[in-house]
């Protein structure tokens, strides 16, 4: 089992900038891939950012490359998603994920964190 903590989110105005971390416990010798994805009210989770376990490979939602970056650190279990030019379409919860493979499918990722709360104002 992996447990997941997310931090790092609030109340940013647009154009400003947010850093959320995730952090990793329990099972995590094993090489997990990581996810980000978010919900915002009355939408569907989508994908945000995805990295492999060495860091080597990253993917991006469309919606959010050139201004969201995704990296971890394995000896300290975090994985980081850097957040610049945030619009209010970002509004959202954020959740990370674990899984065996990097992916922008939800339902490839066999752990999940609670979330946090991420809002844009303009």
């Known amino acids: 089992q992996v447990q997941l903590v997310e931090s790092g989110g609030g109340l940013v105005q647009a154009g400003g900038s947010l850093r959320l971390s995730c952090a990793a416990s329990g099972r995590t010798s094993s090489r997990y891939a990581m996810g980000w994805f978010r919900q915002a009210p009355g939408k569907e989770r989508e994908f945000v950012a995805s990295?492999?376990?060495?860091?080597?490979?990253?993917n991006f939602a469309d919606s959010v490359k050139g201004r969201f970056t995704i990296s971890r650190d394995n000896a300290k279990n975090t994985v980081y998603l850097q957040m610049n030019s945030l619009k209010p379409e970002d509004t959202a919860v954020y959740y990370c994920a674990a899984g065996p493979l990097i992916s922008g499918v939800a339902n490839h990722y066999n752990y999940w964190g609670q979330g946090t709360q991420v809002t844009v104002s303009s």
């Open positions: 990295i492999t376990w060495s860091g080597g490979s990253t």
